[in-house]
């Protein structure tokens, strides 16, 4: 495959997992990911220490599916909605790396907007048993580690 | 009409008798928050500053906060860790300007005025002028001038800091009860696994409360219920200070496996269970059968244990209204390798976008804008009774109560 052709099937996934969160579609968001897998969110500093705890850690898709589970539930916290933006992938060293800039507006319940994170998207992505290009591993690496009150829908 | 106790017989700023009532002016009032940055913060408690590892070697500093008020630790040429306003003497500006690093000594960047790393003025840049233009007066003494000095004090891995010096020894101030919780949990040393900051839309106090209500847990965190990590009918209880500095509650073992005690409350979900279950592995690695352990220290310092998920939190009020909670996620530096991977999965119940706790950072703004226009109603606070005092049952308000009794001991309230 060329890297052009790599680039467009990677835009693709990267805007599909974008529109599924942003569409409330989440019961779609962990079947981009392999069975095994890792997704975290943590910040630039803690990517740049070494610190391997994340806000969010899970190592299955299984685990991913909880989330969803727990978020749709369980959990309490106000109606909110994430509009992605998510820039152009550019192709990592090594065979199926790659790094995606993002930016995510939230938007509460009573209209408030606001910049609610931006970082890069770590991704190693695979072609999976069924021909689809899936993430094996999603480091989300949050530029700011503070985050305003809480962290309910994936980012 | 019911509206609630009214405050509206006493005068503003008064409070009622008893620990059982709490006025909604106290999350509100501008003219308290600066009243608690001189009698709490900078008052005759113990502020917790970051870890004694956080400055492992001489030179290495961490900047920090005790309130409002910026503070420099730093680890000096003797070993010993010190602390002090983070305020050059001179014009006032920040004399570090980093979260950490290692030094040969401080210079303010302003005008280059130096200090030694017990924050001790050593010398100002152009002291005697230019080609003897210029300059400070001869009458000018560095020894006069110098940022506050902070009392310190290392308890097992933590810094805290206290700006009184007649502030009592701290394991007084905590009580050797709770002092021996918290030596449970930092008996070795501890490695930072993470650091995150929760910005929460609610007055610190809101917060403080919630960690030491005992009676919300299980019943605002589904999660807890549901998966039986905490529940009322599982044993346990709740230790608080005489003095209401501290408190450290405990969730003994699991409840009984026919537990109906939650039926009927929104937090009990039977239809859900999780995929993935290895999030609730766990290893009951202090060997004594409590599962979840939550100490705090007034004002502002927590010290949690959900299964093998233990962190630091630090409140930091940033307004009236506002308040960063910063989180250090903690492990031990001998954590065998399956033992750190189930602190990394139990890591999802807390933090930010914790199962548990973000829930926690979400209430405090519930109660914030409930009582926008309450200022002289009264909260009721009288699960458990109407004293501050240790119990064995966590459908308490103790540890509640007893934040009040420290809080309204400094504020002379």
């Known amino acids: 495959m060329t890297d052009a052709e790599t680039l467009f099937r990677l835009s693709g996934l990267n805007a599909a997992y974008a529109a599924a969160i942003d569409a409330d579609r989440l019961e779609d968001w962990p079947n981009f990911f392999t069975e095994k897998c890792l997704y975290k969110v943590t910040s630039a500093d803690n990517h740049a220490k070494g610190y391997a705890a994340g806000i969010i850690y899970a190592d299955t898709k299984a685990m991913l599916r909880d989330r969803v589970q727990s978020l749709r539930v369980a959990n309490i916290y106000e109606r909110q909605r994430y509009r992605h933006i998510v820039g152009i992938p550019v192709l990592g060293p090594e065979p199926g790396t790659s790094e995606t800039s993002f930016v995510v507006v939230r938007t509460m319940r009573d209209g408030k907007m606001e910049l609610f994170a931006a970082g890069v998207y770590l991704d190693r992505t695979v072609t999976d048993t069924d021909g689809t290009l899936r993430f094996q591993e999603r480091i989300v690496v949050c530029d700011s580690g503070r985050f305003d009150t809480l962290v309910a829908i994936p980012l | 009409m019911i509206t609630g106790e009214t405050n509206a017989d006493l005068p503003r700023g008064s409070w009622p008798a008893g620990l059982t009532r709490v006025p909604y002016w106290v999350y509100q009032d501008p003219d308290v928050a600066r009243a608690e940055q001189t009698k709490v913060f900078e008052g005759p408690t113990w502020n917790y500053l970051c870890l004694d590892i956080d400055v492992p070697n001489t030179g290495d500093y961490r900047t920090t906060v005790m309130g409002a008020m910026p503070v420099v630790v730093a680890r000096a040429e003797d070993g010993e860790v010190v602390a002090f306003e983070n305020r050059c003497v001179h014009r006032g500006a920040l004399i570090c300007l980093d979260d950490g690093g290692n030094v040969k000594d401080f210079h303010c960047v302003y005008h280059a005025w130096r200090y030694d790393l017990r924050g001790n003025l050593k010398s100002v840049a152009f002291r005697h002028g230019v080609n003897g233009k210029g300059g400070m007066d001869d009458t000018f003494r560095l020894e006069d001038h110098r940022p506050r000095a902070i009392r310190v004090t290392v308890l097992h891995g933590l810094v805290f800091g206290t700006l009184d010096p007649d502030a009592p020894d701290i394991e007084s101030y905590i009580g050797s009860e709770i002092t021996a919780r918290l030596r449970r949990v930092m008996h070795k040393e501890v490695e930072v696994i993470g650091r995150f900051t929760q910005a929460l839309p609610n007055n610190w106090k809101l917060y403080m409360e919630n960690v030491r209500d005992t009676y919300h847990a299980s019943l605002l965190h589904l999660f807890f219920a549901t998966f039986r990590i905490t529940r009322l009918s599982a044993g346990g209880g709740v230790l608080v200070g005489e003095n209401g500095v501290a408190h450290a509650s405990a969730t003994m073992g699991a409840p009984p496996a026919a537990d109906n005690a939650y039926a009927g409350i929104r937090s009990e979900n039977d239809g859900f269970r999780l995929d993935d279950p290895s999030l609730l592995d766990s290893r009951d690695e202090f060997n004594d059968g409590i599962q979840l352990q939550i100490l705090s220290v007034f004002p502002g310092f927590v010290l949690q244990q959900i299964h093998n998920a233990i962190a630091v939190r630090q409140v930091v009020p940033t307004g009236t209204d506002t308040m960063d909670l910063h989180w250090t996620y903690l492990g031990y530096a001998d954590d065998p ?69 420290a809080y309204r001991g400094v504020m002379g309230l």
Not at chain 2, 347 to 360: I, K, R, T, Y
């Open chain 2, 337 to 405: 390798p399956e033992l750190r991977a189930m602190r990394l999965k139990q890591a999802n119940l807390v933090g930010p976008a914790g199962f548990v706790s973000m829930e926690d950072g979400a209430v405090g703004g519930f109660v914030q804008r409930g009582v926008a226009t309450a200022e002289d109603v009264l909260s009721v606070v009288e699960m458990g009774g109407a004293t501050a005092d240790t119990a064995d049952t966590r459908a308490t308000e103790a540890s509640v109560r007893g934040f009040w009794k």
